[in-house]
């Protein structure tokens, strides 16, 4: 199996409803059903095909909690017993940023020329029957977002439209275009194409945070082709409200 793949890990927010909530240390170190939140997440990725995995975190957090040392241990854990460890790199910002693609545009230098990026946060948990597979074939075109089907009205979630042959048509922040609400894992057979959308949207100003999902509009436009990997099950993380929700359904890591 190629191991072409770097994974990028945005953890470089403040938490605030968390800490509004009365937790004190970061949102992805509070445990939940038998597990941190940090693993809960980790665990839905598919590792083998990775070379390295970067997380992008604040200086504060190592500073004040040992984040570095809680990565680590984490990290010896999922793949311990296991035949495969990626490299692991951790960036510290100073401060937050606009957004998640902000986030990972700082992580440019780290992510070696002609890799392969997945982009994911550490707030959601789901489980997929196909994603490694696609990841490795050429069924991932120029790159696979993670989907689930939701037909209730919920326009919290990112959004993916698809056209002919199930190739990406549009993706939409926050807005309902489809049933096909996005995990937030965010795959790019050329890491280039999202730096380069990312750096785009980063000069243009643009107002608001700066998510993942709505790059993809321009690299559609520009003849790229891509495809989703449908997970079985998601269970959100990012609030309170969905924490408590996990530890009282006591689902293990």
Request: hydrophobic letters at 40%; glycine letters at 8%; charged letters at 25%.
């Amino acid at each position: 199996m190629s191991k072409n793949l770097v994974y990028a890990l945005a953890m470089a927010g403040l938490g605030t409803r968390f800490s509004r909530a009365g937790y004190v240390q970061p949102k992805y170190m509070i445990r939940a059903a038998g597990a941190t939140l940090f693993s809960h997440s980790l665990r839905s990725l598919p590792l083998e095909p990775a070379r390295k995995i970067i997380f992008i975190a604040l200086k504060e957090h190592q500073e004040r909690y040992g984040l570095e040392k809680f990565i680590t241990t984490e990290l010896d854990a999922i793949c311990g017993g296991h035949d495969f460890r990626p490299e692991l790199e951790i960036i510290l910002l100073d401060a937050p940023t606009r957004g998640q693609a902000e986030t990972v545009l700082k992580a440019k230098d780290a992510v070696p020329p002609g890799s392969e990026l997945a982009i994911y946060n550490i707030d959601t948990k789901f489980a997929s029957d196909t994603l490694l597979d696609k990841l490795v074939s050429d069924e991932k075109k120029d790159g696979v977002l993670g989907s689930f089907r939701l037909s209730a009205k919920d326009p919290k979630w990112s959004f993916a439209r698809l056209g002919p042959g199930g190739i990406v048509e549009e993706v939409a922040e926050k807005v309902q275009i489809s049933g096909n609400a996005l995990t937030g894992l965010y795959h790019y057979t050329q890491a280039s194409d999202f730096f380069s959308a990312a750096a785009e949207a980063v000069s243009a100003g643009a107002a608001g945070e700066l998510y993942v999902a709505p790059l993809y509009n321009k690299l559609v436009a520009a003849g790229r082709k891509f495809v989703l990997d449908e997970a079985r099950s998601i269970t959100p993380l990012g609030t309170p409200e969905d924490v408590e929700r996990l530890a009282s359904n006591d689902e293990g890591p």
